[in-house]
């Protein structure tokens, strides 16, 4: 959601591919251990592109970073720096003594700041939309990798596939919408295989 934030927009298509590697036992259900998946934004006429990606194996590197690259330079977003074409800090957040960022929190701590905020001011905010748009950005790449294929927004959106019937469920009691195999297993996705759309 940093991304779409970035663009002010959401992805046109994803396609990528991903798999389970390590954590391939019956007691991690039917999720891929890692996805990598780009992402196509068209707006304005201009079409970027944002590789994303994850993966869920111990002992490896592992990092929850944006960074944005452009024709004169990239940005390290979640450390609030800025960098020209040839590597040199351009520009970089201010910081107290020490190195640390003079804000002293983070930008989830910063977001509960504003909420509360606006909440102790009678405001109401509605991010509902945003939240949902953000969801279906990674559900969008869920699909990519799942099924190998490239998959526009359109059609996800349009897609017949429901992962979890949410307006039938009536309490956590009702019988899940994946049930395991006799072998308690679960099915897992299989990419030129798993439909999607």
Same mark, same amino acid.
Not at 99 to 105: E, V
Not at 174 to 180: C, F, G, H, M, T
């Given at each position: 959601?940093? %991304? ?5 927009? @959401? ?11 390590? =954590?391939?036992?019956? !007691? $991690?259900?039917?999720? @891929? ?43 390290? %977003? ?14 970089? $957040? ?6 640390? =960022? ?39 790449? =869920? ?5 190998? =294929? !490239? ?11 429901? %992962?979890?019937?949410? !307006? ?17 297993? @679960? ?11």
């Amino acid at each position: 959601d940093v %991304i779409n934030w970035l663009m002010d927009g @959401y992805p046109t298509m994803a396609q990528g591919q991903g798999g389970r590697q390590v =954590r391939t036992g019956k !007691e $991690y259900g039917e999720i @891929y251990d890692h996805h990598f998946v780009e992402f196509t934004y068209d707006k304005d006429g201009d079409r970027s592109v944002l590789l994303s990606q994850c993966r869920h194996i111990g002992n490896c590197w592992n990092s929850v970073s944006e960074y944005a690259h452009g024709a004169n330079g990239w940005c390290n %977003i979640g450390d609030g720096q800025i960098f020209d074409a040839k590597g040199k800090l351009t520009w970089e $957040y201010p910081k107290a003594e020490g190195g640390k =960022r003079k804000n002293l929190h983070d930008g989830w701590q910063q977001e509960h700041h504003d909420l509360f905020a606006a909440i102790r001011k009678g405001d109401i905010p509605a991010e509902g939309e945003y939240g949902a748009y953000s969801s279906m950005t990674s559900i969008l790449g =869920r699909m990519a990798t799942y099924s190998g =294929r !490239e998959v526009s927004w359109q059609d996800a959106l349009t897609s017949p596939l429901v %992962i979890s019937p949410v !307006e039938t469920f009536r309490s956590f009691d009702d019988k899940p919408p994946v049930l395991p195999n006799a072998d308690l297993s @679960y099915t897992i996705a299989t990419p030129g295989v798993t439909k999607v759309l």
